[in-house]
């Protein structure tokens, strides 16, 4: 199994596979149809109520990662598709836009 984790604004290459975007919203300054992402998923994105509870604060990351992996739990039809994908086209990378990496 093969995903990588990168983020949008570094740019496509070639060990990427198929680049998948999983925020929430599309990211600034990165145009649809330009072949930057080849998905959107923000159904797989943690949840507005999360993020916002998050906030970028890195004392809250482990906490953070343990609440977004509940919410995958909930959602196991989500994880299956990234699983299918990744089958499909062999290495899936998972695009992110937030700053703080």
């Known amino acids: 199994m093969t995903f990588r984790v990168k983020r ?21 300054g990165i145009l649809k149809g330009s072949g930057a992402v080849d998905l959107s998923f923000k159904e797989v994105a943690p949840t507005d109520g999360l993020r916002k509870w998050f906030g970028h604060r890195p ?8 609440r977004y992996f509940e919410e995958l739990e909930g959602r196991p039809h989500m994880v299956a598709e990234l699983l299918r994908l990744e089958k499909e086209h062999g290495t899936v990378t998972l695009l992110f836009s937030a700053s703080d990496t």
């Open 59 to 66: 004392e809250r990351w482990e906490e953070f990662k343990r």
């Open 8 to 28: 949008v604004y570094e740019g496509r290459s070639p060990e990427d596979g198929f680049r998948v975007l999983v925020d929430r919203s599309w990211p600034r």
